[in-house]
């Protein structure tokens, strides 16, 4: 596609609910990210994917966050049992880079998700 | 820990006036510094990337300068734009345990144009 493209991009949920939120980057893109942007702060990294690995998720806050890339390109990122302070703007973002640096990063619009 | 701070943190600024947005950054082992843009309900859009050897670099009517001894920045904004009422992030990267690069996000200057 022309962009990466984020759904829902609102999403409402009761405490203790599971979510998922999807991502579909750039066609041909390698890369991928997922952040978490609290309201008024910068994005923070949460996992990354080269290809179908996850290579890296130390920034998964708990075991109740869980994503996955299973064919290389669309990504899920789900939450489970969610709670308020999940409530942020996830923000997916893609890069063509190959070697494992970040590259040019292209974001979303983010799914904004309401925890109440 | 890696931190980035950014200052000021809003900005107000007349139609067609200049203003300059600093970026301070603990980081480490550096790869590079971004500038990026995010207008309100969007994502972060790149404006600049500049890496170690890198001391400035322009992209239309934004310049970014970086000082990699002092571990600053700075974006400047010529003859301002109603369009360019947005939130500025700085962003340094550094290469992880992982392999990857970790981005480490500034929490923005807010800057507001007025006619």
């Known amino acids: 596609g022309a962009g990466v493209s984020q759904s829902p991009r609102y999403k409402v949920a009761k405490r203790g609910q599971d979510v998922a939120l999807r991502c579909d980057p750039i066609s041909g893109h390698v890369s991928l990210f997922w952040y978490q942007q609290a309201l008024g702060q910068g994005p923070e990294f949460l996992t990354y994917?080269?290809?179908?690995?996850?290579?890296?998720k130390s920034g998964l806050p708990s075991d109740r966050f869980f994503a996955e890339r299973p064919e290389g390109s669309v990504s899920t990122l789900k939450i489970q049992r969610t709670q308020q302070e999940d409530s942020a703007v996830y923000l997916c973002?893609?890069?063509?880079?190959?070697?494992?640096?970040?590259?040019?990063?292209?974001f979303g619009e983010g799914s904004r998700l309401t925890v109440l | 820990k890696n931190q980035v701070e950014q200052s000021p943190q809003s900005l107000i600024i007349l139609e067609g006036k200049n203003c300059t947005l600093q970026?301070?950054?603990?980081?480490?082992?550096?790869?590079?510094l971004r500038w990026y843009k995010q207008d309100t309900g969007r994502g972060p859009v790149s404006l600049t990337i500049?890496?170690?050897?890198?001391n400035t670099k322009s992209n239309g009517r934004y310049t970014a300068t970086l000082d990699a001894d002092t571990k600053q920045s700075s974006l400047h904004i010529t003859a301002s734009q109603l369009s360019d009422s947005a939130s500025y992030i700085c962003?340094?990267?550094?290469?992880?345990?992982?392999?990857?690069?970790?981005?480490?996000f500034g929490t923005g200057t807010r800057l507001t144009i007025i006619p």
């Open positions: 973002a893609s890069s063509s880079s190959t070697s494992g640096t970040t590259g040019e990063l292209f």
């Open positions: 970026c301070n950054y603990t980081v480490s082992p550096f790869s590079n």
């Open positions: 500049m890496t170690f050897s890198e």
């Open positions: 994917f080269q290809n179908e690995a996850q290579l890296d």
């Open positions: 962003v340094v990267s550094a290469y992880s345990n992982f392999g990857n690069e970790k981005l480490t």
